[in-house]
């Protein structure tokens, strides 16, 4: 069994829905360690924290959260959950529980739950703690103050010994959960204390019930209601309670004058009573002060009326309302009320105007003072430089609604006062004036960044935690020498763990190839260095091949995101939006990529600059530069523009059939993801190594030439020869256009076409496709029943939503593989008879499709000769010909050239026809010379 259920300790932080803080102990079972105590606010940084802990620590919780970084009942700020901890009893409690004492805890656990439900409460959340048993019961909020704090904490006591007296016997002991500040076992980890034997085993905790949160007001209704013993609870002095002026004069002069509120009106007000002094910010513990007074005090009740008008959001009560329910109680009061409120009235109109600015000032001046810098970003943007409640730093945009709730914050902790939108709006104008006009400048990163060799990764955790790599490896620090971007969509991450293998990455991310795995592998790693242009990793194949799961976890190793998957926006302005604030984007399950879509994937690849009009203004513009790791899938490729398939690396995807649910997946990634994340940065750090000390030569004309550079690094730093990575990526980038036109239905259909030469009608007669001068030609609706015809003939499904059905389907779709086409010899031309007739030939003579025909083979050309800017050739010893007697191919040749010049240099270089990973390419070039009429090379059969 493992030591860690991240799902369940993500479940369980859920559950405690804790406001400010939760409070996290490691305890050392040995006694030999000191305490590690944590205190976070994310969800995230709780699952990394408790997985860092568990194995050495025994993992505890708050049960109630904490107002500050303490763990002392002053420090508790609400009680919303009771547990109640069934402990299995032996006879030493430093040692684990045998089966059976186990067991006998459970039988009496059980007997709780039965009375829970027998009571009408909701039934508690059943969970094993390693050495016995608790029971989850979540409640609405009970806010404590000073006043309040120690007739609730007697109370919760005073139903635990309710349950002892119930339960306990001597199988097992019922632990105090009266105490606030009481630590709890985190389900999900793994207790450890005492030896480790088979009788007595270390056991993972875990929760036989879902851990879900379902707030229970009956059962605290019940605690409220018991009679705490009143050695417990120690009660102010009534002569000490405050009268605040907000009150209206009947309420207090009830408070001044100490009224007995007996009877059905006296009820009424007393209901009446508490709104009122809620609206007029009175804390719980003052409420309890007020009604101290009254002879039948009773906190149970009092607290009660008070979590229900807070919840039920009771406003105060209207006079008219007050003066008909409680009539013999203010009748007197009333006119002189209605007096003073058109008094007030009068006044507020009055002085509205200097009450704003007051406020206006004095906001500006308190964020001033909490503020660690203010000023511009590089693209001139207003930012505020704040330190976080976990010591972290972080760069908030000023225009934000996080910075705006910032500011709220601030106000209410100074003042305990709502803000007003009017003052909010021109506090953030004028601090954003002076952060333009009087503040600094910075540049602000997103979730990468580089800096004087090395590379800073962050957590956007809430300490601040940012790793540090170089090419002696990896550390988490605390003070890194950059800044990064606050992005409110960003998650997290991970804090890595050491000992990985990048090997691990194959069990989920299921690529058959070599080269595939290869490629994959020198994307990630070319996705830590933020100032390259990197590929887009474009996936494509047919429903359940995990497309999606594939995008989303390369996501969660680069970028993790609560937005997890983008749509591709149909604005341009959206779009740039999108990219800017996501480092790596990940477009899910997309059709075709319109063009001007594809231009700004294309330049958000290179990092060329967008402009795009501010949406506050309608002259300002905002100029923004920056580079994209970017991430595609669909069913089809979406890509075709050749400038964004250059930029790209595609792969397909085959259905997987291994009866595994998404859940498991995506809890075994989540359980491994430290240790894959921590191999990533690993590797990273080896090629920082390559990068710095050997020399790396890539041939000039590759248009990815930084990444190809990281690429041969990546490849070295794992062991590979010198020239692997670029026969992989040259090998693949060959047969970008033909995968670009077989994932269209009518791609396909119009190879089958040109290779077969023929299609069958419905009568079984055989046609030829081309004609005697090797083309054809007609309009679109010929062309379709032709496509009909061969489709029928190759068992493609005309239903699916993939296939054009109609004549103007069919011609936007071989429209748009034009170019991807010609690539591979086949042309596309409008007819002379006018545009509504299609051509269709191929170069060379009409010979069969082939990745390595005369179109293909000249896309490398260039590269031959070293004056290009594509490679696709087989081998990089092709660009070592020169001065060897080989004529290098070019641009300009004809198919009989390039097959001329291709014999010549398999006979110059027979060492290439031995390698068993060029048997394609030597079968392509027999056919093609066959096909010529050429003789083969000695020896190359």
């Not at 209601?225 to 405050?242: G, I």
């Not at 003066?323 to 013999?328: G, I, Y």
Request: charged letters at 30%; one cysteine or more.
């Amino acid at each position: 069994m493992g030591e860690f259920d991240a799902l369940t300790v993500r479940q369980i932080f859920r559950f405690l829905s804790h406001t400010p803080f939760t409070e996290i102990r490691g305890i050392d079972p040995n006694g030999k360690k000191r305490p590690v105590i944590y205190f976070v606010t994310d969800e995230d940084d709780f699952v990394d924290r408790c997985r860092g802990l568990t194995g050495d620590y025994n993992v505890y919780v708050g049960i109630n959260p904490r107002q500050r970084r303490r763990g002392k009942a002053e420090d508790i700020a609400s009680v919303n959950a009771v547990i109640l901890d069934v402990d299995a009893k032996r006879p030493d409690k430093k040692q684990p529980a045998t089966d059976e004492e186990l067991s006998k805890a459970e039988e009496v656990a059980d007997r709780i739950i039965r009375w829970f439900e027998a009571q009408g409460f909701h039934r508690p959340i059943k969970c094993m703690s390693g050495n016995g048993w608790q029971l989850w019961a979540a409640i609405p909020h009970i806010g404590l103050d000073d006043g309040n704090r120690d007739v609730i904490q007697a109370k919760l006591q005073a139903f635990q010994r309710l349950i002892e007296k119930m339960f306990e016997n001597g199988d097992v002991e019922i632990d105090n959960i009266g105490d606030l500040p009481r630590i709890i076992k985190v389900i999900g980890t793994k207790s450890i204390k005492g030896e480790n034997t088979p009788e007595r085993p270390h056991r993972l905790s875990y929760a036989v019930d879902p851990v879900v949160r379902n707030e229970d007001p009956g059962l605290r209704d019940y605690i409220l209601s018991l009679e705490a013993e009143k050695s417990d609870v120690q009660l102010a002095n009534p002569s000490e309670v405050q009268v605040k002026s907000e009150l209206r004069p009947c309420f207090r002069q009830a408070i001044e004058e100490r009224w007995q509120l007996t009877g059905g009106d006296g009820h009424h007000f007393r209901l009446a009573l508490v709104a009122e002094l809620i609206a007029a910010g009175y804390g719980d513990s003052e409420i309890h002060d007020v009604f101290k007074i009254q002879s039948d005090y009773d906190p149970g009740i009092t607290q009660s009326h008070i979590n229900r008008t807070r919840e039920k959001g009771i406003r105060p009560h209207r006079c008219v309302t007050i003066q008909r329910d409680c009539a013999s109680l203010v009748r007197q009061l009333c006119e002189a009320c209605k007096e003073g409120k058109r008094k007030r009235n009068g006044r507020a109109s009055g002085e509205a105007g200097t009450t704003i600015k007051s406020q206006n000032d004095r906001l500006v001046t308190l964020a001033l003072t909490r503020l660690e810098a203010i000023g511009c970003d590089q693209y001139s943007e207003p930012h505020a430089i704040i330190v976080n409640g976990g010591g972290g730093v972080r760069a908030l945009r000023m225009r934000s609604r996080e910075f705006r709730e910032w500011l709220a914050e601030i106000w209410w902790q100074k003042e305990q006062k709502a803000l007003s939108n009017d003052a909010l709006t021109t506090a953030t104008t004028t601090l954003a004036g002076v952060a333009r006009f009087e503040g600094g400048r910075f540049h602000l990163w997103n979730r990468v960044a580089e800096l004087n060799g090395r590379i800073y990764y962050d957590l956007a955790n809430e300490s601040g935690e940012v790793i540090e790599i170089d090419e002696n490896g990896w550390e988490v620090i605390t003070d890194p020498p950059v800044l990064f971007r606050s992005e409110q969509h960003q998650r997290t991450q991970i804090i890595p763990e050491r000992g990985g293998s990048i090997d691990d990455l194959w069990r989920f991310f299921t690529l058959e190839s070599e080269r595939n795995r290869c490629l994959f592998l020198t994307v990630l790693i070319s996705y830590f260095f933020h100032e390259i242009p990197r590929p887009i990793v474009a996936f494509y194949g047919q429903h359940g091949s995990r497309k999606t799961t594939f995008s989303k976890w390369i996501k969660e190793l680069i970028d993790p995101s609560k937005t997890e998957t983008l749509r591709m926006p149909t604005r341009d302005n959206d779009m740039i939006i999108s990219l800017f604030h996501h480092y790596c984007a990940v477009f899910d399950n997309e059709g075709v990529i319109k063009d001007w879509q594809s231009d700004i994937l294309s330049r958000a690849v290179t990092g060329a600059g967008e402009t795009k009009r501010a949406l506050y203004t309608d002259e300002d513009e905002v100029i923004f530069n920056y580079k994209r790791a970017i991430v595609l899938n669909g069913i089809l490729i979406p890509l075709y523009r050749p400038d964004v398939v250059d930029r790209s690396l595609f792969f397909k995807l085959e259905r997987r059939e291994d009866n595994k649910s998404g859940r498991e997946l995506q809890h075994e990634f989540e359980t491994a993801k430290p240790q894959l994340f921590g191999a990533l940065l690993d590797l990273l750090a080896k090629t920082l190594r390559v990068l710095e000390n050997e020399e790396i030569n890539i041939p000039g004309g590759i248009r990815m030439y930084d990444y190809a550079e990281v690429g041969e690094a990546c490849m070295r730093a794992l062991g590979y020869k010198e020239g692997t990575f670029l026969r992989h990526y040259l090998s693949s980038k060959g047969d970008d256009n033909l995968r670009v036109i077989e994932s269209s239905l009518m791609g396909n259909v119009l190879l089958s076409l040109l290779n077969d030469g023929f299609y069958t009608d419905d009568e079984g007669i055989r046609h030829n496709f081309l004609d005697d001068e090797q083309r054809w030609e007609g309009t679109p609706s010929e062309l379709l029943t032709v496509f009909n015809l061969k489709a029928k003939e190759l068992g493609i499904d005309r239903r699916s939503r993939d296939w054009h059905g109609s004549p103007k389907g069919l011609s936007e779709e071989i429209e748009r593989l034009k170019t991807n086409l010609a690539a591979v010899g086949v042309m596309i031309e409008r007819g002379k008879s006018g545009n509504r007739y299609i051509n269709i030939y191929q170069r060379g003579g009409g010979n069969k499709v082939d990745p390595f025909s005369k179109g293909n083979l000249a896309s490398f050309a260039s590269f031959a000769s070293g004056l290009g800017d594509e490679v696709d050739e087989p081998d990089a010893k092709l660009h070592t010909l020169k001065g060897q007697g080989v004529e290098p191919i070019t641009g300009d040749d004809d198919l009989d050239n390039v097959l001329r010049k291709l014999k010549a240099f398999l006979d110059y270089d027979r060492q290439l026809l031995d390698n068993r990973s060029r048997t394609s390419f030597r079968e392509a070039v027999i056919s093609q010379l066959e096909l010529q009429g050429a003789s083969s090379p000695s020896g190359i059969k």
